[in-house]
């Protein structure tokens, strides 16, 4: 089937409308009418090739929202109708320990949304800035939000499960202290979850600006990072810190802020390295300097259950498909609150 989809054809190309191929449903897919796909600083990333390996024509998108079209012979857990959600992930090996405990995030043969080998045209997938996609039934998520909201959890596809997934593991909850470095895309989203969990919230941002919107968020407490007063009064004091910042920084100025055996885990992907932090942050106080990325299919479903029984959506703005490369240029300079979504029915305008 050949639909519309955006995307690049090289990396110093803008993102335009072009037509791509969708395979036929097989026994075990799901046929998704794409609604809404939310715009995450990945799919710039590696569009722009900032990130190596980009295969061209690239079309981003793992923020996937819609209703099914079609489903085949042998899927029992989806029918025509759903409103179903695509994250980051549509296929793995199925076999693995990682796909066995339902943590495909971490399988060596996990097929991510675009960019990732397959034998569909052209070789390689094709995300959700696009009409359709075929995904098997494994990696279609439920979405019980009520539907007016669903432009709004688009996101939780990607950032909402970023930060649930860090935020589980580690145990943030009620009687713990949780830090949410970067009031962003992935941050704003840290901030709601840890919330509704329980935890006592810190929310670090390096702009004043941003006080009454972190608290509005959830954060019991907000911190201007770059005011070393504020961050003294917290040290040796976080159970857990969920660093969401996408640059290049000093970890060390985080690490000193948590307890014995607190763990800081780093989920923004930045272009070039952090700095090196510096050892002695870590053994002194026996802390822990950790990554996560994005979570198993079971832990996105109960993300997406969590939410939905908590009202929580990510906060968007509503872009058309040819306005595209005026939202990744606002982006770059933090200028969104805090999502950018495309309405794919602009496609065809």
């Known amino acids: 089937m050949t639909i519309l989809a955006y995307g690049a054809s090289a990396a110093d190309q803008p993102l335009s409308r072009m037509s791509i191929t969708r395979r036929a449903p097989g026994p075990h897919d799901v046929q998704i009418q794409i609604v809404y796909c939310g715009i995450c600083h990945s799919d710039l990333h590696q569009v722009r090739s900032e990130w190596a390996g980009t295969l061209y024509p690239c079309v981003p998108g793992h923020e996937i929202v819609g209703r099914i079209a079609a489903v ?28 066995d405990e339902g943590l495909e995030n971490y399988c060596d043969g996990m097929i991510c949304t675009y960019n990732a080998p397959t034998a569909d045209v052209p070789g390689h997938t094709l995300g ?48 713990k202290k949780v830090g949410i470095v970067g009031i962003g895309g992935l941050g704003h989203m840290g901030v709601k979850l840890a919330h509704a969990m329980g935890a006592h919230v810190v929310a670090f941002t390096t702009s004043d600006s941003k006080r009454a919107d972190a608290h509005a968020l959830g954060a019991d407490e907000v911190v201007i990072s770059r005011n070393p007063d504020e961050m003294a009064a917290h040290a040796k004091s976080f159970d857990f810190i969920l660093n969401t910042v996408a640059a290049p920084h000093d970890l060390d100025a985080f690490l000193s802020l948590l307890k014995r055996d607190g763990t800081m885990a780093l989920v923004g992907a930045p272009a070039t390295p952090h700095p090196s932090p510096n050892v002695f942050s870590l053994i002194l106080r026996r802390r822990s300097l950790a990554g ?16 939905a029984e908590h009202g ?8 058309r498909a040819d306005e595209i490369e005026a939202a990744y240029a606002r982006m770059l300079k933090g200028d969104v609150k805090y999502r950018f979504v495309m309405d794919i029915a602009t496609m065809a305008a």
């Open 72 to 99: 085949g012979d042998h899927v029992g857990n989806h029918k025509v109708g759903d409103l179903v959600g695509v994250g980051c992930i549509v296929d793995s090996c199925q076999h693995c320990a990682e796909c």
């Open 292 to 307: 996560s990325m994005i979570g198993g299919i079971p832990e996105t479903q109960e993300m997406l259950d969590f939410c």
């Open 312 to 319: 929580i959506t990510s906060d968007i703005e509503m872009i």
């Open 128 to 175: 959700g800035y696009s009409q359709q996609i075929v995904v098997h039934e494994r990696y279609v998520l439920k979405i019980t939000h009520p539907e007016e909201q669903l432009a709004a959890v688009a996101p939780l596809l990607c950032a909402g499960i970023t930060t649930w997934s860090p935020l589980r593991h580690w145990g943030a909850g009620p009687g």
